[in-house]
């Protein structure tokens, strides 16, 4: 048996002459003859202490690291302690095998946050491990602000180097935006820019990004549908307008400053 720092024994006796209690390695106590004698003994041990996980790692574009018990704990190991730098983020309780694998899924126990992660054994029986690592990564906040609009993705964080992508669907009776918001949640509302830092379809609602922050998802949709604007190329040499081709546009409409000059019908 092992203690942490001292333990006291309770110890009550009926009568009796010359009774005898053995207590651990700590000597022999004759009890003389009286009524519910109560002994204190006290007990002081140095415990030994655990061995560091034998590994901590974790592939990019992975939300699992993976820490290992090694065989030198054997089977005192009863919990795993999990650092952010030097603050306890979470314990995963549960005796841990020697020589076995641990899979920690970093999306399911960890908040928001930027991490230095380092873990350490513990046990009601050692002296807790040093801890080990570090694996460095980010786990970004997703937040929706949608109006009339589902997010086909239900997650709600996202590691910094896994790719971030959703299918944004209009209720109905209503269309999606020909635009829409997304911005740092922590940052006076930073706009990401569109085809730079997100990709976002209209038409199919299709969204794609590699998250740098706390983000907020913003949209709204509309109540009559509207197409997207046209890009389009002058050549000043031959005075020909070249124009993208925009998906369901029937006609294109040419205005100088305010003033209609063409109708435009595709072949």
């Known amino acids: 048996m092992y203690f942490n720092g001292t333990k006291v024994f309770n110890i009550v006796l009926g009568k009796g002459t010359g009774k005898t209690i053995n207590i651990s390695n700590n000597g022999t106590y004759n009890i003389d003859n009286y009524s519910n004698a109560v002994i204190n003994v006290n007990q002081s041990l140095t415990l030994p202490t655990l061995y560091a996980p034998a590994f901590v790692t974790r592939t990019a574009g992975s939300s699992t690291f993976i820490f290992n018990n090694p065989s030198s704990n054997g089977s005192f190991v009863t919990k795993a302690l999990i650092y952010n730098e030097n603050t306890l983020v979470y314990t995963r309780n549960g005796s841990i095998s ?117 983000l907020t998802i913003e949209a709204v949709a509309l109540s009559t549908p509207k197409l997207k604007e ?7 040499i031959d005075n020909n307008v070249t124009f993208e081709d925009v998906t369901y546009a029937e006609s294109y409409q040419l205005y100088i400053d305010d003033v209609l000059v063409a109708t435009i019908t595709p072949n």
């Open 230 to 236: 046209v890009s389009f190329l002058y050549n000043e």
């Open 98 to 214: 020697p020589n076995y694998n641990i899979a920690f899924n970093i999306l399911t126990y960890l908040p928001a946050d930027n991490y230095k992660l380092y873990v350490s054994f513990g046990s009601d029986y050692f002296n807790e491990s040093s801890k080990t690592g570090y694996i460095e990564f980010s786990i970004y906040s997703i937040t929706n602000s949608l109006t009339n609009i589902t997010n086909s993705n239900s997650s709600t964080k996202v590691l910094h180097d896994i790719a971030y992508s959703t299918t944004l669907t209009a209720n109905s009776g209503y269309y999606l935006p020909v635009h829409i918001n997304l911005y740092d949640t922590d940052n006076n509302n930073n706009e990401l820019v569109e085809d730079t830092d997100y990709i976002y379809d209209m038409y199919t609602g299709s969204l794609m990004l590699m998250v740098p922050c706390n």
